[in-house]
């Protein structure tokens, strides 16, 4: 009876799995039926899962109408740096965090829980006067700045988890064995630590990327703006949207992360025993 219920139980949870899946991948299916629909196929009141006459057209236009690769180019170039950035400044941080428990690290922590739930509309007004000030209005380094201390609090909240995760006695027993502060940290801690820095880094990334607000207040001319932005530019004066080049932007849109993510997964699922055994 415990072995049927156990599989009952089991199938159970298959099948939420499954049907959760499917919930996450209905609206990307859905685009990416919509970009390689023809404009007769959009306005059909039957609309169908997959494209009778499927075309490339919605692309074409998409490229023709506004500048994806100019856009998607800032994107990238926003998104790498805040991540790279914000995670240099982190890992070190975070360690001290983790490492050295006092009622100010304490007090740190929870600041940074706290500092997630201002919206963005208390931050924007001081945010824009400092960039003012500091001639960084309509800059891609001025967003940068933006997305960094954005992405900052949160970066380094998870690293503090990774890091409390790694066990002190791995360190200790390095220094036993005659290993430098350097050295541990170099050869024992760092290779632990590496992917919740992927991970972390995937994060303030994707934030980046995707990222519309402040991108929207702070680029005024339209060589600078950021993919988010300009995928507005699809949509008509009175909220008409033009559905197939704005479905294949936003199918192009996607990408970047989904093959990021593809990539660097095994960096995050890899490792995690790596610099654990001694040499």
């Given at each position: 009876m415990s072995i049927?219920?156990?599989?009952?139980?089991?199938?159970?949870?298959?099948?939420?799995?499954?049907?959760?899946?499917?919930?996450?991948?209905?609206?990307?299916?859905?685009?990416?039926?919509?970009?390689?629909?023809?404009?007769?196929?959009?306005?059909?009141?039957?609309?169908?899962?997959?494209?009778?006459?499927?075309?490339?057209?919605?692309?074409?236009?998409?490229?023709?109408?506004?500048?994806?690769?100019?856009?998607?180019?800032?994107?990238?170039?926003?998104?790498?740096?805040?991540?790279?950035?914000?995670?240099?400044?982190?890992?070190?941080?975070?360690?001290?965090?983790?490492?050295?428990?006092?009622?100010?690290?304490?007090?740190?922590?929870?600041?940074?829980v706290v500092s997630?739930?201002?919206?963005?509309?208390?931050?924007?007004?001081?945010?824009?006067?400092?960039?003012?000030?500091?001639?960084?209005?309509?800059?891609?380094?001025?967003?940068?700045?933006?997305?960094?201390?954005?992405?900052?609090?949160?970066?380094?909240?998870?690293?503090?988890?990774?890091?409390?995760?790694?066990?002190?006695?791995?360190?200790?027993?390095?220094?036993?064995?005659?290993?430098?502060?350097?050295?541990?940290?170099?050869?024992?801690?760092?290779?632990?630590?590496?992917?919740?820095?992927?991970?972390?880094?995937?994060?303030?990334?994707?934030?980046?990327?995707?990222?519309?607000?402040?991108?929207?207040?702070?680029?005024?001319?339209?060589?600078?703006?950021?993919?988010?932005?300009?995928?507005?530019?699809?949509?008509?004066?009175?909220?008409?949207?033009?559905?197939?080049?704005?479905?294949?932007?936003?199918?192009?849109?996607?990408?970047?992360?989904?093959?990021?993510?593809?990539?660097?997964?095994?960096?995050?699922?890899?490792?995690?025993?790596?610099?654990?055994?001694?040499?």
């Amino acid at each position: 009876m415990s072995i049927r219920t156990s599989r009952s139980a089991r199938t159970g949870q298959y099948v939420a799995l499954l049907g959760y899946l499917v919930f996450l991948a209905f609206p990307f299916l859905w685009l990416i039926s919509t970009a390689f629909k023809p404009a007769r196929e959009l306005g059909s009141l039957h609309p169908t899962w997959i494209p009778e006459h499927p075309t490339l057209d919605n692309f074409r236009q998409a490229f023709d109408e506004q500048p994806l690769l100019q856009a998607a180019a800032n994107s990238l170039i926003a998104a790498l740096s805040a991540a790279l950035i914000a995670v240099v400044i982190a890992t070190p941080m975070a360690y001290v965090m983790a490492r050295h428990r006092t009622r100010l690290s304490a007090a740190a922590t929870g600041w940074v829980v706290v500092s997630q739930a201002f919206p963005f509309v208390l931050l924007i007004i001081p945010l824009f006067l400092i960039l003012k000030n500091l001639h960084l209005i309509n800059s891609l380094w001025g967003l940068i700045m933006v997305y960094v201390v954005w992405a900052l609090p949160f970066a380094l909240w998870m690293l503090v988890g990774y890091v409390r995760a790694v066990p002190p006695e791995l360190e200790e027993a390095a220094s036993v064995d005659g290993a430098s502060r350097l050295r541990t940290l170099v050869s024992v801690t760092a290779p632990l630590l590496t992917p919740g820095i992927v991970a972390t880094a995937l994060f303030a990334f994707i934030t980046a990327w995707n990222e519309f607000f402040f991108a929207l207040v702070l680029l005024k001319t339209p060589e600078k703006q950021t993919l988010p932005v300009v995928l507005t530019h699809f949509l008509g004066a009175e909220g008409a949207a033009e559905l197939g080049p704005l479905a294949a932007a936003a199918f192009l849109a996607t990408l970047p992360s989904l093959v990021l993510f593809a990539v660097i997964q095994r960096r995050i699922t890899g490792g995690m025993l790596a610099g654990a055994v001694k040499s």
